[in-house]
């Protein structure tokens, strides 16, 4: 395992905001460092680019950094529809910092 690369669980969370969008946390320690580290590489909305792996799925995204002080990593719908999981089901996801 690499310095940018991280495992971790959480549930899927959703976010209403005129849509629906399925989430994770990336947990608040893992956060606070990549902020820290990368904090000069941040793109739009304050999102660092990621390879994202779940089960035997992975894609490139971006964790994007929300004022409660973690990163979110949201989930595409061929994602959630190829590993069968939804709202409130608990995933090991695995990221990987490519800024």
Not at 32 to 46: A, N, P, S, T, Y
Not at 69 to 91: H, W
């Amino acid at each position: 395992m690499s310095d940018l690369e991280f495992n971790f669980s959480d549930r899927v969370s959703l976010f209403e905001s005129g849509s629906v969008w399925y989430f994770v946390q990336v947990p608040k320690k893992d956060s606070e460092w990549i902020r820290k580290e990368f904090r000069d590489v941040h793109r739009g909305w304050g999102s660092i680019p990621v390879l994202a792996q779940i089960g035997n799925t992975t894609w490139k995204t971006s964790i994007f950094w929300e004022k409660k002080g973690q990163y979110l990593l949201f989930l595409k719908k061929d994602v959630r529809q190829k590993e069968k999981f939804t709202n409130g089901d608990a995933i090991h996801i695995k990221i990987e910092l490519k800024p």
